[in-house]
């Protein structure tokens, strides 16, 4: 598959010659700290450079600095364009996985694990808002935790399920993340999926023993503020108390005697 020749980026990117391809992820990495919004068709387009550029990349080595290079990208973008550009990457992905041979599959692999663990780290980043979160979960739903739909390839489903938990365990510092909206289209798919094999996959993952980890931290912090409000209130009250003690002996003060 040629890749198209009209945005220079993505001609540059798919060059065979490593030092045009490394000018043109530079370009681009600038180009997207100043650009104030990405259109969904710019995005795609980019998407299908990065690929290639992924696609030509030998020796473990590069790959790995390529795909961390690939994943930083989403920490350079102007906030309207994060969702826009999360989603073409998702979208390409699940259109060229199956034109993957098995020689590449292994830095695609990679490369999808850190898109998912950066996606979990700009969220943090960003406080976990809920309505962004909200709409990098629905990308989740549309295509690496998809139910249904065809398009999807199970095999880039079974790498989501299998990465899912464990990296939100790494971006989850504080133990605040929303985890019931994080982990709503994983519950969802192992419910819903036809497929079998999928499902218990999921069940897998779910049974994880960080998410009651997650759980018995969260209940503890809970509890730790409860204790600290009751100590707070009850310092409170003590000193309400010693105040009004202290009015009542200056009430009684008659003064000194002559």
């Given at each position: 598959m040629a890749p198209e020749q009209s945005n220079p980026f993505i001609k540059q990117l798919a060059s065979s010659d490593r030092r045009i391809r490394e000018r043109a992820l530079s370009a681009l990495r600038t180009y997207l700290q100043q650009t104030p919004s990405l259109d969904p068709t710019s995005a795609l387009k980019l998407h299908k450079g990065l690929y290639y550029c992924m696609?030509?990349?030998?020796?473990?080595r590069p790959?790995?600095?390529l795909a961390r290079d690939l994943a930083d990208l989403l920490h350079v973008l102007k906030?309207?364009?994060f969702l826009v550009f999360a989603r073409a990457f998702w979208q390409t992905m699940s259109r060229e996985w199956n034109e993957i041979d098995r020689w590449r599959m292994d830095k695609y692999l990679?490369?999808?694990r850190l898109y998912v663990q950066e996606g979990f780290v700009y969220l943090r980043q960003k406080k976990w808002e809920e309505g962004l979160v909200e709409e990098y979960v629905g990308i989740m739903e549309e295509f690496g935790l998809n139910v249904r739909d065809g398009k999807v390839p199970n095999g880039l489903r079974y790498h989501v399920v299998d990465i899912y938990v464990d990296e939100l365990d790494k971006a989850d510092e504080k133990d605040d993340a929303p985890l019931e909206v994080l982990l709503a289209p994983l519950r969802r798919l192992g419910k819903e999926s036809p497929v079998k094999s999928l499902r218990e996959r999921v069940q897998?993952?779910?049974?994880?023993?960080?998410l009651e980890d997650w759980a018995g931290r969260r209940e503890l912090g809970a509890e730790s503020e409860e204790d600290i409000?009751?100590?707070e209130g009850a310092a409170v009250q003590s000193a309400g108390t010693l105040a009004h003690v202290d009015a009542d002996s200056?009430?009684?003060?008659?003064g000194f005697e002559d």
């Open positions: 696609w030509l990349s030998d020796k473990p790959q790995q600095q906030p309207d364009s990679y490369l999808v897998e993952g779910l049974g994880d023993p960080r409000g009751d100590e200056d009430d009684d003060f008659g």
